[in-house]
């Protein structure tokens, strides 16, 4: 499942996804960030994978998206799944490194993600897509 939050006064776009994490989930999350900056302009993004049960993204997926343009430019977050680990996350972010992309700071937990974008009392609402 893919949910969308927007904090406006921060301008900060949260992304959370649940379950497994396969392919088409990458490029139903990709669209929808697409077509959300395409109405609100650039943002800082948390990409919030801590409900994620597995990711079921072969590695030549994850190598193939990593190398592309990131979609959100500004600060991005990712916060680690707790059941199936941070592997992917780990390798998305060092092949975004590699491929001169601003790297994403991976953290345990939303909290931390939070922190790392200095937000304090943060209102996200419910996107419509």
């Known amino acids: ?3 969308l939050a927007f904090d406006r006064k921060n301008r ?3 992304v959370s996804v649940s379950g497994i994490f ?3 989930d990458l490029e139903a999350c ?12 650039q943002v800082r993004g948390i990409y919030d994978y801590s409900a994620v049960e597995a990711f079921a993204l072969p590695q030549s997926r994850i190598i193939q998206r990593a190398q592309q343009p ?19 996350l780990r390798d998305y972010s060092r092949y975004q490194t590699e491929a001169g992309e601003r790297e994403s700071l991976i953290v345990d937990n939303l909290e931390e993600a939070y ?11 419910p996107v419509e897509r």
């Open 115 to 125: 922190a790392v974008l200095r937000l304090r009392n943060p209102h996200f609402e």
């Open 30 to 41: 990709d669209h929808a960030v697409i077509e959300f900056i395409a109405r609100e302009g």
């Open 12 to 14: 900060v776009l949260r």
């Open 22 to 24: 396969a392919s088409e």
């Open 70 to 88: 990131a979609i959100v430019r500004e600060e991005r977050v990712m916060v680690a799944s707790r059941a199936a680990g941070d592997e992917a």
């Open 1 to 3: 499942m893919l949910r």
